[in-house]
């Protein structure tokens, strides 16, 4: 398999700009032709519940409104719109299996099409692939 | 050498989480049969501490107790005693000889079996890894 | 080409921390012979701006002087100098062409020899580095 193509990508924190890279460098791959891998963990596991609205972190969060508006500005679509593209580029979302009972999360508080998998599952993906990134 | 069966981490935050899951998935990679490598700075250091015992960050700091119960309801060990299963593993693990001064660190403050290494030291480690992930 | 030699870091915070680690690997791995790609987002962004002074994060922030002070007294060089040392040694930084209208930054901003790059920029050059670290 040519390991060229594939991007694996780790999101252990839910904060609005962490949540933004996740999905520009997915869909941004994706869009290139690469097959992409996101696996969510600990507290990235809230991006994938129904209606997630990430927020900055500490005494940056009173801003988040400010970033989403220049953002739009500079047509980068929120985060809903750029999970649905996401989805309809292919992009593979994975769930943690072992943090979603730690973090209170069931399959059924996210959006469809995340599938769940364990860490094993996870290394063998990134094993097999050229670029690994853990986005925070 | 076979670079796919490597993995290299680094860890340069103390929190409970990126703690947990330096751990988690060391110790996953190693009961793969992967070469597993761990590289701790800055405020990671402290996890090689005798007696660590990381907490949550910011606002979560008060929630750590929760968290470590509900992982003891999966039956996740508590860092200290992935810390020793990593070694029984063969997992090598590192403290940053550049930041252990400025962290105030020294080799007997911490756990037996930890190597001291340079920043040039780990990166020929990580340009010989197929994995590498730098959680947080 | 001969990716074993080629190192990528993504760098989207602007702490002390960060800013000290994405230039103590650069600058070693470029001493090592290795070519090497920092690519600042996000907050990471500011360390860019003349004469960036980077803090420790939240509760940290005040001991940024004492972190530095004891840098000095190790031999470590403060951001701004390792930040020319890296352009000495021919490190290359890009400043990430989205963020930047988001961060308020503009190309004048920031020091001299920044390049600017756009994600699928730096996913190309990543995906033939051998080495590739998000550095949070």
């Known amino acids: 398999m040519?390991?060229?193509?594939k991007l694996a990508l780790?999101?252990?924190e839910g904060t609005f700009d962490k949540?933004?890279?996740s999905m520009m460098m997915a869909n941004t791959a994706a869009s290139m032709g690469?097959?992409?891998?996101v696996f969510y963990t600990f507290f990235g596991l809230g991006l994938l519940k129904k209606g997630a609205n990430p927020?900055?972190?500490g005494m940056?969060?009173?801003?988040?409104?400010?970033?989403?508006k220049r953002m739009a500005k500079v047509g980068i679509d929120d985060f809903g719109s750029q999970l649905r593209l996401a989805k309809?580029?292919?992009?593979n979302m994975y769930a943690c299996a072992t943090t979603m009972g730690l973090m209170g999360i069931k399959k059924d508080d996210m959006v469809e099409g995340i599938k769940v998998l364990g860490a094993a599952g996870?290394?063998?993906?990134?094993?097999?692939?050229?670029?690994q990134l853990f986005i925070g």
């Open 2 to 5: 040519d390991d060229a193509k």
């Open 10 to 12: 780790v999101v252990s």
């Open 19 to 21: 949540a933004m890279m």
């Open 34 to 37: 690469m097959e992409v891998h």
């Open 55 to 57: 927020k900055l972190a």
């Open 60 to 68: 940056y969060r009173l801003f988040t409104g400010v970033f989403r």
């Open 88 to 91: 309809e580029l292919g992009v």
């Open 122 to 131: 996870f290394l063998d993906i990134a094993a097999d692939s050229k670029v």
